[in-house]
């Protein structure tokens, strides 16, 4: 069994200043791990991925995230918020292997706000 | 990539009435799911849409409420039948593709249903 936990319902930032959302996960198996991101009345958009190569994954945008599994995290960073960063983010886990069939289990999501 | 287009983007309907939303990736893909998502909550796998056979449902779900077509790699239908308010969510159409080596699971932007 799979689950995924992020930490915080709401976070607000201010402009320029470093992002932090923090998911933990929980699997059977070797996992993969992804962020996605979801703008108002817009559809789910990749972020970044894990997939058991290098444990610091940088995506677009300028966000990057590091699998730790001692921690069992894969918190989601970026050096210095944009305007544009205001979105709904979701942690997501999968343990299927790749080529097998593939579901994804979401966490909660974190609405995150970037104050001017 | 796969891009993914849904039709209709948002509807308003009645109470014990149908709707169906068509989804549509603009390349061959090997797995195809339908989501839904509640306002203010996650996402959560209505089916794996199979192409020439019947839908696998998750649990929770079934087929005489939420019939599932998938005529070819590429097209899927989902039908909200008899709906009730309480089906009042984002409809979304995901697909399984190729992203350089890696899988990649990818979203069309969801079609918003409201329910009176």
């Known amino acids: 069994a799979q689950s995924v936990t992020q930490l915080d319902s709401h976070v607000s930032v201010s402009e320029g200043t470093p992002v932090l959302l923090r998911c933990n996960y929980s699997s059977s198996y070797s996992p993969s791990l992804f962020w996605y991101v979801q703008h108002p009345n817009k559809g789910l958009q990749l972020l970044l991925k894990y997939t058991s190569a290098a444990t610091l994954v940088k995506g677009i945008n300028g966000f990057e995230a590091e699998f730790k599994k001692s921690e069992t995290s894969f918190h989601l960073t970026k050096p210095s918020a944009h305007m544009s960063d205001a979105a709904e983010y979701f942690c997501?886990?999968?343990?299927?292997?790749?080529?097998?069939?593939?579901?994804?289990?979401f966490g909660s999501g974190t609405q995150l706000t970037v104050l001017p | 990539s796969a891009v993914i287009s849904q039709k209709p983007s948002r509807d308003i309907c009645q109470r014990g009435t149908s709707l169906t939303i068509q989804c549509q990736v603009d390349?061959?893909?090997?797995?195809m799911f339908w989501y839904r998502q509640q306002p203010g909550q996650s996402l959560t796998l209505i089916a794996t849409a199979n192409q020439g056979s019947e839908a696998t449902y998750e649990s929770g779900f079934v087929i005489d409420k939420f019939p599932i077509s998938r005529p070819n790699l590429t097209f899927s239908t989902l039908t909200v039948s008899n709906m009730s308010p309480e089906d009042s969510s984002i409809y979304l159409c995901?697909?399984?593709?190729?992203?350089?080596?890696?899988?990649?699971?990818?979203f069309g932007p969801g079609t918003r249903l409201l329910v009176l």
């Open positions: 390349s061959q893909v090997t797995m």
């Open positions: 997501v886990v999968s343990d299927r292997p790749s080529g097998s069939a593939r579901q994804l289990t």
């Open positions: 995901s697909a399984l593709g190729t992203s350089g080596v890696m899988e990649t699971q990818y």
